[in-house]
């Protein structure tokens, strides 16, 4: 016998062990003409971990390992947990000692049934090594996660969260950028982890205090209330309004927004023309997120307090306001026309026959303006003519404030209208005619407009009133 052959036959008797664990081992022989053997059989059992049972031996009788037959056999051996592969050795005894295995099956108690599939003709003093035919039960399979075991093959499947890069290995799947989340977009925004994905809160959102199926959606946070007090907003000028997912700071009556979001600037209603105050009779002062109507001089504040208008300040008397003495100045009299010698400033009560304001006779509509120092109760009007006969018979009064908007001086008609009213005036040249006003009124300028008139509009006049302290 060579040396090799017993060198080995002598490791093989070395290295058999006997331990603990009992497997069932099943040795097919191939059903084809002289297949089966007389040779001594040994086989190794090799675990996926690499561990290995060493040589058994599978001997039982002269009858074993013939032609069809599946012999079985019960040995103690090491553990080696789930099998990968099987190693078979024969040696060259016997009258026939050739051997043509089918297949060899193992198990013991708990395991599968580990299928290791030969088919060929097994040489002498040679270990042959078959690997278990579940790829993935053996541990051979190069999947990186999940193996699927087929029929003939097998198949690599990834964990969730993941997808194939390739037969075997697995990659992250992205599932923010590819949709394949349930994050609630409007309150959350997605997270990419490695085989997974986390929805955080947006900014004004937060986590709901159950958790379940809300893992994917958050609930807004009220930064105006209360319990939070979490928002920006100047007290002084704007007050906070929550929206979904936000806030605003909105402007308080009188504030306007400004360059911040969060605090608004004063507007200043005088200037803008946002207020209410009666312009005739007061002046508007702003103030920080308001304004005020102060009386303007002459004016007092109305009974029922208003906040936006006053009245004029009463006096009691009557005296003349300055047309007969001077103290109304000629610069302060205008006229509509007047003929060279007859200007306005001649329209002096008693400033003799021949004097008086003349209007042209083409002006149609002829008025004569007296300006006064400042605002006046205007409680009477005189009138007189010029020499031989020319006088105005009747006239009409307008005032004004600030000599832009002009009033008619007025009185009720029989439709409760109210309509210019027509004074009487002369009814010679000579003679002064005096009209007191129903109902005083409080100006600066005063305009006689005359209506009819004997010859030609020619007179002379002086008002009568007071001014307030």
Excluded at 1 to 25: D, E, N, Q, R
Excluded at 219 to 233: A, F, L, V
Excluded at 265 to 288: A, M, R
């Amino acid at each position: 016998m060579p040396l090799f052959p017993l060198l080995s036959f002598a490791f093989i008797l070395t290295c058999s062990h006997v331990y603990g664990t009992k497997y069932v081992i099943n040795v097919t022989t191939s059903r084809r003409l002289f297949s089966g053997t007389d040779a001594h059989v040994n086989i190794n059992l090799i675990g996926s971990n690499g561990a290995s049972t060493g040589s058994i031996r599978l001997h039982n009788s002269h009858r074993d390992f013939e032609f069809g037959r599946t012999d079985t056999f019960y040995r103690d051996a090491k553990y080696v947990g789930h099998l990968k592969a099987v190693k078979i050795y024969r040696n060259n005894n016997g009258a026939f000692p050739n051997w043509h295995l089918a297949r060899i099956t193992a198990s013991y108690k708990g395991s599968p049934l580990y299928t290791f599939y030969f088919n060929r003709w097994i040489a002498a003093w040679r270990w042959v090594t078959v690997y278990e035919q579940n790829e993935c039960r053996a541990g051979i399979a190069k999947c990186q996660h999940v193996c699927i075991d087929t029929k003939h093959k097998y198949y690599c499947a990834c964990r969730q969260g993941y997808k194939l890069d390739g037969p075997y290995k697995c990659q992250d799947v992205n599932e923010c950028t590819t949709g394949k989340h349930e994050c609630d977009l409007k309150s959350t925004t997605c997270s990419n982890k490695v085989g997974n994905y986390s929805c955080p809160c947006r900014n004004g959102y937060k986590r709901y205090k159950w958790y379940g199926q809300w893992r994917y959606k958050c609930e807004d946070i009220d930064e105006c209330s209360s319990e939070t007090h979490s928002n920006k907003c100047e007290k002084l000028t704007t007050t906070c309004q929550n929206k979904i997912g936000s806030y605003a700071c909105q402007c308080k009556t009188g504030y306007q927004p400004g360059q911040s979001p969060y605090k608004c600037e004063d507007v200043d209603e005088c200037t803008s023309g946002k207020h209410k105050c009666d312009n005739q009779t007061t002046s508007c002062n702003n103030l920080d997120g308001s304004y005020v109507c102060l009386c303007k001089t002459g004016y007092e504040a109305t009974q029922d307090q208003s906040l936006y208008k006053c009245q004029a300040k009463q006096c009691n008397e009557s005296v003349p306001l300055g047309m007969e003495s001077g103290q109304i100045s000629n610069q302060s009299l205008t006229a509509s026309s007047n003929y060279f010698k007859f200007p306005a400033w001649k329209a002096r009560l008693n400033s003799g026959m021949a004097k008086s304001w003349y209007a042209f006779a083409e002006d149609r509509h002829p008025w004569i303006q007296v300006g006064l120092e400042k605002l006046t109760w205007l409680k009477a009007v005189a009138t007189q003519g010029k020499m031989f006969s020319f006088f105005v018979k009747t006239y009409e009064l307008a005032y004004s404030t600030d000599e832009v908007t002009w009033f008619t001086y007025g009185e009720l008609d029989e439709n409760n209208k109210k309509v210019g009213k027509v004074f009487n005036g002369n009814t010679d040249p000579y003679k002064v005619v005096k009209v007191e006003l129903d109902k005083p009124v409080y100006t600066r300028f005063v305009r006689l407009y005359p209506q009819s008139w004997n010859d030609g509009v020619a007179l002379k006049l002086e008002l009568y009133g007071c001014s307030p302290e």
